[in-house]
């Protein structure tokens, strides 16, 4: 128990490093390559890939073992991808 409380203490930031281990397993026990109650949720909360729903489940998880009461649609806005980065500015033909 000892190393998972380690494991877990990392920092938002990188969790990342979670992706192909621990989020691998999320994404195949819950089945998110499928199409099931999960995958449907995080459809409709804006989440289409396997790989980005890992993030949010993992950050979830984190926090209710940290004993917090966790609010899935929160936890995809905090550790889900980031924004993509806004269009570059268009320049006025001369």
């Given at each position: 128990m000892r190393?998972?409380?380690s494991y877990f203490a990392l920092p938002q930031e990188q969790?990342?490093?979670m992706h192909f281990g621990l989020g691998m397993a999320v994404r195949n026990r819950f089945g998110l390559w499928q199409d099931n109650e999960i995958t449907q949720f995080?459809?409709?909360n804006g989440v289409d890939h396997p790989d980005?729903?890992?993030m949010p489940f993992i950050g979830g998880f984190v926090e209710y073992l940290q004993g917090h009461n966790v609010d899935m649609v929160k936890a995809?806005?905090?550790?889900?991808?980031p924004p993509p980065p806004?269009?570059?500015p268009t320049t006025d033909p001369e």
């Open positions: 190393q998972s409380k969790y990342i490093q995080f459809r409709q980005d729903m890992s995809i806005e905090t550790y889900g991808l806004p269009p570059p």
